[in-house]
């Protein structure tokens, strides 16, 4: 999916997936129909791909701030990326 939001190109295809809610359940990846998933482009901008199964809904693309990428990215449960290699710096000490 290509969406322009904000005068910049967000391109499915090009970008990254960095963690999502995607798993397999033996006959498909969709969590009731719904996956998100957190994408990071090639230029360090994050961004969520929605994508839906149930008619008279959408896929959808928004963009986000790298504090709301880190926020998703902790919330979703499979993580492709580890957080440095996402965020570029290791994840602050507890």
């Known amino acids: 999916m290509k969406r322009i939001i904000n005068g910049k190109r967000y391109d499915t295809e090009k970008a990254d997936t960095v963690a ?38 959408i896929n959808t693309i928004e ?15 499979v993580q492709e990326m580890d957080y440095k290699e996402a965020f570029g710096e290791d994840p602050e000490e507890a």
């Open 63 to 77: 963009p986000l701030t790298i504090e709301e990428a880190k926020s998703h990215y902790e919330d979703l449960p």
């Open 20 to 57: 999502t809610n995607a798993y397999w359940d033996g006959s498909n990846h969709d969590r009731n129909g719904r996956t998100t998933s957190l994408m990071k482009t090639k230029n360090g901008r994050f961004f969520l791909y929605n994508t839906t199964r149930w008619q008279g809904e």
